[in-house]
């Protein structure tokens, strides 16, 4: 089905380098592929080290005019690209779903939370004050002043292609950096898109900047940024692994680095919670995007006391979840990204019932009709899940439910703990005492209680332990763009 867009130059197939919309050095082209059936409908720029350094380039001429002007401007610049963005959400949205596969519902939510950020950044820029530091000795005038750090190569996921990309571009632009991003291979379309419209905006040139490349030529971008001391800072949104990649090759040149990793995510359900809220937490957090969240719940303890009952309570509602095509309004799940996550995910099935897992739902890949390709897997939910399942130390990133039992704080705690993870934990119960005890002792940057839908531009996200560093979101995430100077003044006297 062709992808019909009111504006269709918002479907961008070229890098974006220094105000210009190019193809790559090279003549190769990286074709981007539907989830749902497979077929490619797309292709952009494979591009290698020239096209990162020409980016790089550009963003380090533009850096010292961007970050020179008022604060103000910059904060109208954001602006006037939120009101494009906005204005162009039906568009952005069908982008989204078509290269990413999630519904088309799911995907307008997605442009509203990745506006939210642009939003938020565009009233934070104005307001990043620093310090008087009250006169320590007569005549010496000492301030500490927050300035941009520089050049931000930002390098963003598949799962949310607007929302991440927005929250990384937003603060970076606002605190007065340039940037030079890199999308994911699988959906680079949203980004061009977005930096289309941010062209739009009247951003200038070279304070934006994009390559595309597909999976084999990614080291070749990121290597070069990696090495390049004019690039001052990396954010990234992926997995572990590569985060310790980047962090081990940008030591050469002692870059900042913000990395949200990956997640495993605990969600607790004591015997005195509100069984209804739990199991509509846990459907919110589990199910949005089809699992493939980092902050998506992996292993779900319940207590052996009301163990039946909400495994009962919860399979009735995965059970009514309608899969299908991004395109269908009605579906509630798409496809998976590839094949390549569609097969860890069953691999995680297979290995759990091995270990003694009992399948009360799903546990297959699926296709309701003859255009599905292969990246559907049925919405599963796995009972008497133990520590001995590979689900239980890595992420599925998948429509997969685990549910462990346990028979007291002390276990849970220790269980929930029992990660390499940290990045979001969930847990219900109606004990007041147990809120805050719980929530100190659970070792993640985020925590849900009593509430699945953590997600919002005013709140600090991001991870502890191998989940990484650095937050997103609220005055803190202008703080991992900004460095702090300190200025004495003397001979005041
Ligand atoms: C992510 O999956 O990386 C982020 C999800 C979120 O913003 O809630």
């Known amino acids: 089905m062709p992808l019909t867009l009111t504006r269709s130059d918002l479907l961008q197939q070229q890098n974006f380098i220094n105000g210009r919309w190019c193809d790559g050095i090279g003549s190769t082209r990286h074709e981007v592929a539907d989830p749902a059936t497979g077929a490619a409908f797309a292709s952009v720029p494979d591009s290698g080290a020239a096209d990162a350094q020409a980016a790089t380039a550009a963003a380090q001429a533009a850096f010292d005019g961007w970050r020179a002007l008022p604060a103000r401007d910059r904060a109208r610049f954001l602006k006037r690209w939120n009101a494009l963005i906005v204005a162009n959400t039906e568009d952005l949205a069908k982008i989204i779903s078509r290269e990413q596969g999630k519904p088309l519902a799911e995907a307008r939510g997605e442009v509203a939370y990745g506006s939210a950020y642009v939003e938020w950044f565009s009233e934070e820029a104005v307001r990043t004050y620093g310090e008087i530091i009250p006169e320590q000795v007569r005549g010496k005038k000492m301030m500490a002043t927050r300035e941009a750090v520089g050049v931000v190569a930002a390098i963003t996921p ?20 340039t940037v030079i991003a890199k999308p994911a291979e699988d959906t680079p379309l949203t980004a061009l898109a977005l930096v289309k419209l941010a062209e739009e905006a009247g951003i200038p040139p070279g304070v934006l900047n994009i390559v595309t490349s597909s999976r084999e030529k990614v080291a070749e971008v990121v ?38 990793l990956g997640g495993n995510a605990p969600f607790i359900v004591f015997d005195d919670a509100d069984l209804d809220a739990a199991v509509g937490g846990l459907m919110a957090a589990k199910f949005r995007n089809g699992g493939q969240t980092c902050v998506s719940p992996n292993r779900v303890y319940v207590h052996h006391a009301v163990y039946a009952e909400f495994a009962q309570r919860l399979s009735a509602r995965i059970e009514a979840l309608r899969m299908g095509p991004a395109s269908r309004e ?8 590839n094949s390549r996550a569609v097969d ?3 691999s995680h099935v297979q290995d759990a019932l091995a270990r003694g897992g009992k399948l009360l739902l799903g546990g297959k890949r699926v296709r309701n009709n003859v255009a599905d390709g292969p990246n559907y897997f049925a919405p599963t939910v796995i009972a008497e899940a133990n520590h001995d399942m590979a689900l239980a130390s890595e992420e599925t990133f998948g429509p997969v439910v685990a549910l462990f039992r346990f028979s007291d704080e002390e276990e849970v705690l220790r269980l929930a703990n029992d990660t390499p993870f940290g990045l979001a934990a969930y847990f219900y ?25 953590l997600a919002s531009e005013a709140a600090p996200f991001g991870g502890v332990k191998e989940s990484g560093y650095g937050r997103e979101g609220s005055s803190h995430g202008l703080d991992d763009y900004m460095q702090t100077k300190y200025q004495c003044q003397g001979g005041l006297a």
Not at 330 to 337: A, W
């Open 344 to 346: 860890k995910i069953e």
């Open 223 to 260: 290597g070069a940024w990696l090495a390049d001391s004019r690039v001052r800072k990396v954010t990234f949104t992926g997995s572990t692994a590569v985060g310790k990649h980047l962090a081990r090759e940008s030591a050469g040149t002692l870059k900042r680095l913000s990395l949200e």
């Open 330 to 337: 009605d579906s509630q799940i798409g496809p998976m990204i």
């Open 158 to 177: 598949w799962n949310f292609p607007l929302a991440m990309i927005a929250r990384k571009i937003a603060p970076a632009l606002a605190a007065g950096c």
């Open 429 to 453: 119960t109606r004990d007041i005492v147990r809120v805050s005890r719980v929530a100190e002792r659970l070792q993640t940057g985020i925590v849900g209680i009593n509430e699945g839908a």
